[in-house]
């Protein structure tokens, strides 16, 4: 049974979602902002996070509110114990470019650790949930990771954030590196829903830095919660989020076996020192 938060979280989430969907066909006529270099928002992301910040302040008052376009609100910079992290319109680049590849992604965090997590395609009305100790749920199934062993033919997931550009040559070289044995790599403009797919086996793993905590909060409890591993560069447990949104971090999911090879390559390559 899906727990009160999840509801919660499901019906603020399908709110957004609707938002989304009624502006995709008309993009000429929106509002857009450059937040920073090649860091983009429109109008739409407001909108769907008003949606979502509707619904919670209504339920949960006396919750924080991080929120990727609005800031920490509701006293998130570190009074408040339970905090709502939201990414509106996460893939923001691609339904500004109209690439069909985009979601919303809400988590609670507890003490700075996700406890709930909903991730909600509307395009292909796929529902990820995941409560800490409850697995993770797609359309009311559960989902594990893949249970490949190795690097050998692995189909791995990154992203390359504008304000990573500095460190792209050592990226670069990792992923020449695992291209050696990796099936492929994918770029998909989603990192809420790349942790999603590697949640539920389509992707064996995931890496990425200058993530936010918008950007992982529910995709890392849906990995962990599906039987995967979630680390930093340097194979060390990511931690309580920062829920004032300030301090981005490098990232590594997927199904332990291969998270710990991956996390292994990036360091052996050079690519982790870029960090130090």
């Not at 509707?54 to 929120?67: A, C, H, M, N, V």
């Not at 893939?91 to 991730?119: K, M, Q, R």
């Not at 190795?150 to 070289?173: C, H, V, W, Y």
């Not at 590697?198 to 990995?223: N, T």
Request: net charge neutral; glycine share 10%; hydrophobic share 40%.
């Amino acid at each position: 049974m899906q727990k009160p938060a999840v509801t919660l979280m499901v019906k603020a989430a399908r709110a957004a979602g609707n938002v989304l969907l009624r502006h995709m066909y008309k993009l000429d006529a929106l509002n857009v902002v450059e937040k920073d270099r090649m860091d983009f928002a429109s109008e739409v992301d407001a909108l769907a996070e008003k949606e979502i910040i509707k619904e919670f302040r209504r339920s949960t008052p006396d919750y924080g509110i991080l929120g990727e376009e609005s800031g920490p609100l509701n006293g998130a910079e570190g009074k408040a114990r339970y905090v709502w992290v939201i990414d509106p319109l996460d893939g923001t680049s691609n339904y500004l470019h109209g690439i069909p590849h985009f979601c919303v992604s809400i988590a609670l965090l507890e003490a700075g650790e996700p406890i709930h997590g909903v991730i909600f395609d509307p395009l292909r009305n796929e529902l990820f949930t995941a409560s800490r100790g409850s697995g993770c749920v797609l359309n009311e199934k559960r989902v594990r990771v893949a249970d490949r062993k190795d690097l050998n033919g692995a189909m791995l997931i990154t992203g390359f954030p504008p304000r990573e550009r500095a460190r792209t040559s050592a990226q670069l070289k990792c992923v020449d590196s695992l291209l050696t044995e990796a099936e492929d790599i994918r770029r998909t403009g989603s990192a809420a829903l790349d942790l999603a797919y590697v949640a539920c086996g389509r992707a064996d793993a995931y890496f990425e830095a200058g993530v936010k905590p918008w950007d992982i909060a529910a995709g890392a409890l849906m990995v962990r919660e599906a039987g995967g591993k979630v680390c930093d560069f340097r194979g060390r447990a990511t931690g309580p989020m920062d829920v004032r949104g300030i301090n981005p971090r490098p990232l590594v999911a997927g199904n332990v076996r291969v998270a710990e090879l991956l996390q292994q390559r990036i360091v052996n390559t050079g690519y982790a020192a870029a960090f130090d």
